[in-house]
């Protein structure tokens, strides 16, 4: 595909990048998005899986949705998009890829410096004392595991109505704000915090750039839009960056 030439200008000029990244980014690997009409929303409410309320009262259940999600995040590969990106980040002084997604699949690509704003299902965490592991033998079970002191884990990702992990969230603002580009891939844009990381760079004077099939929440804030596939948008801006 041909990248526009402010696009090209945009990246060969950038010193500082902040990427985000949504589940649109792994679509491609298998993994399905949450909207669109083959969203995992259309098949089953978010609130009864992806709650802290949901796992109070349906521990079992919840566990069991996970383990689901967990059995496709392992089947998956990182595909030509999470590529381009690990290869993107040798390129510049300062990048940070900051991941709505929690598939772990960014940093299997080879990217390095990922937040995961929204944590990794491979990993669990006590609900009473907050120990984290990532124990494989957990996602074989078929109810939730108790921790050492009496707690039962659940997986370590973002339910809604849940603070984001603070450390997380600050690098993730903070690259935003020191940015002078900001990529947007695969992301409706339409879940905050997270959704206000493009307004931030934007106030900061960064230029912005969303890849995706169609509009988002954020066309309307951005610089350029490359509507396509990021799989193929995204190995193309790379070889613009590279030159070829
Ligand atoms: P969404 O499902 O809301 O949006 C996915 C976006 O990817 C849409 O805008 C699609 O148009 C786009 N898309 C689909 N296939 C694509 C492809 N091959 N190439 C490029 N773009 C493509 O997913 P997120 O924005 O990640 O939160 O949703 C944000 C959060 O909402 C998720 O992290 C999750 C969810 O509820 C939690 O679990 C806390």
């Known amino acids: 595909m041909k990248v526009p030439e402010e696009v090209v200008a945009a990246l ?12 649109g980014i792994s679509a491609e690997s298998g993994i399905p998005t949450f909207r669109g009409p083959d969203g995992v929303w259309r098949e089953v409410d978010p609130e009864d899986v992806a709650t802290p309320e949901a796992f109070l009262r ?20 990182p595909n030509p998009a999470h590529r381009a990106l690990a290869r993107m980040e040798g390129m510049y002084e300062n990048f940070t890829l900051v991941t709505q997604n929690v598939d772990g699949l960014h940093r299997r690509a080879g990217s390095r410096n990922v937040v995961e704003v929204h944590g990794n299902i491979l990993r669990d965490r006590c609900q009473d004392c907050g ?12 109810s939730p595991p108790r921790c050492s002191c009496g707690g039962l884990f659940r997986p370590d990702v973002v339910w809604f109505g849940e603070p984001l992990p603070k450390e997380a969230w600050e690098e993730a603002e903070g690259a935003s704000k020191r940015c002078d580009l900001f990529l947007l891939v695969g992301t409706s844009a339409s879940v905050y915090p997270a959704a206000l990381l493009p307004q931030v760079a934007k106030s900061s004077g960064a230029y912005l750039i969303e890849v995706n099939v169609g509009p988002s929440e954020a066309s309307p804030l951005v610089d350029s839009s490359i509507f396509g596939r990021a799989g193929e948008v995204l190995p193309s801006l790379l070889r613009a960056l590279e030159g070829g």
């Open 58 to 77: 349906d521990p079992l259940g919840v566990w069991r949705w996970h383990k689901k999600m967990r059995k496709l995040v392992l089947s998956a590969e």
């Open 12 to 23: 060969r000029s950038a010193g500082s990048v902040t990427v985000l990244t949504g589940a």
């Open 131 to 142: 120990k984290v592991v990532e124990e494989p033998e957990f996602w074989e079970m078929d």
